[in-house]
Each structure stands twice: as structure tokens, then as C-alpha cells.
């Protein structure tokens, strides 16, 4: 970069700081996501993502045809979480619409489960993450899509802008 080029990219810097005045700085483009509740969140949808998926894995590798269906249902659960999990961390752009929709997806994924292992067990011989309403997890698996839905809907993000759910005044 030329001499002329730094001056002007340092006068730039300098005149928006002095036309911002006394204004406050923009907030992070997080909205305190992943701090607070928002970390035992995200760290509840890891361990979640974890155990789903290495628990799928270990029984399509070790006994598939006992029930195929359970074992691909409980990797597509872990599939999910992942998603979440990551989704939710992060700060990207996107992020908060891919948490809501992976966070909606699981919550319909455990009442449409659930109920077809209440309502055709022959189809769940072997249990998955998501039959009986995630019983097997202490029905984390129904209550934690719930707890996400809402803490995302009180840090909605919109173009990488927290925005507020308080009525503004």
C-alpha cells in the first residue's frame, strides 16, 4: 500500500471515531448466546451429541439388523445435535436460524418417535435416543428442545446483530 493509501486509510479511522462521539460501541454480535444458561445449553447438546453418536455408531457397527431403524433414528438424533450443538456456538451469521430449525427439528423428531415406539413397538425392539420420549436419557431428549427453543427465542439474532426481545421503549 502506498504512503497516500495509509494516511488515508488512518484519517478514515480517525474521522469515524470522531464523528461516533460519545456513542457506545455496537454490542457483540453474539447476544450472550454462550455465556450463562447459554453455556449448560450448549454443553447439554454436546454431551448429548457425543453419547447419541457414539452409541449409534457402536450398534449399527456391532448388531444392525437386530433393529435398523432404531439404530438409524438414534444416528440421525445424534446427527441433529451435533448441529445444534455447533449451530449454537457459534457467532456466524446463520448460526441462530440453523440452531432454531436443528433445535425445531429435534423437538418434532422426539414427539414423532416417541410416539411410534408407544404406539409400534415391533419397530423398536432395540431402544433409540429418541423412543419413549428419550427414556433412556432421562428425557433430556423432550425437555431440552423445549429449554432451546426458548432461550434462542430471548437471544434471537439477525444478520449477526443481537437483537433484542424486550418491547423497546
Known amino acids: 500500500m502506498s ?3 495509509k ?3 488512518k484519517r478514515s479511522r480517525i474521522a469515524d ?3 461516533r462521539g460519545g456513542r457506545k460501541k455496537p454490542a457483540r454480535s453474539n447476544g450472550g448466546r454462550s455465556s450463562g444458561l447459554g453455556r449448560i445449553i450448549i454443553a447439554v447438546y454436546g454431551v448429548l451429541a457425543l453419547s447419541a453418536t457414539v ?3 457402536y450398534q449399527i457397527m456391532q448388531e444392525f439388523s437386530a433393529a435398523p431403524l432404531a439404530y438409524l433414528l438414534s444416528a440421525l438424533a445424534g446427527l441433529v ?3 445444534a450443538t455447533l449451530a449454537m456456538a457459534s457467532k456466524r451469521p446463520g448460526s441462530w436460524k440453523l440452531s432454531w430449525y436443528a433445535v425445531l427439528f429435534e423437538l418434532i423428531g422426539v414427539l414423532v418417535v416417541g ?3 408407544f404406539a409400534l413397538p415391533s419397530l423398536f425392539a432395540h431402544p ?3 423412543s419413549h420420549f428419550g427414556s433412556g436419557y432421562g428425557y433430556v431428549p423432550l425437555v431440552l428442545p423445549l429449554i432451546g427453543l426458548w432461550w434462542l427465542g430471548r437471544h434471537r439474532m439477525n444478520d449477526g446483530q443481537a437483537q433484542p426481545t424486550e418491547p423497546v421503549a
Do not use: D, F
Request: charged residues 10%.
Open 3 to 5: 504512503e497516500q493509501g
Open 7 to 9: 494516511n488515508t486509510v
Open 17 to 19: 471515531a470522531a464523528t
Open 55 to 57: 452409541r449409534a455408531v
Open 81 to 83: 445435535y451435533i448441529v
Open 115 to 117: 410416539t411410534l415406539s
Open 128 to 130: 433409540a435416543v429418541w
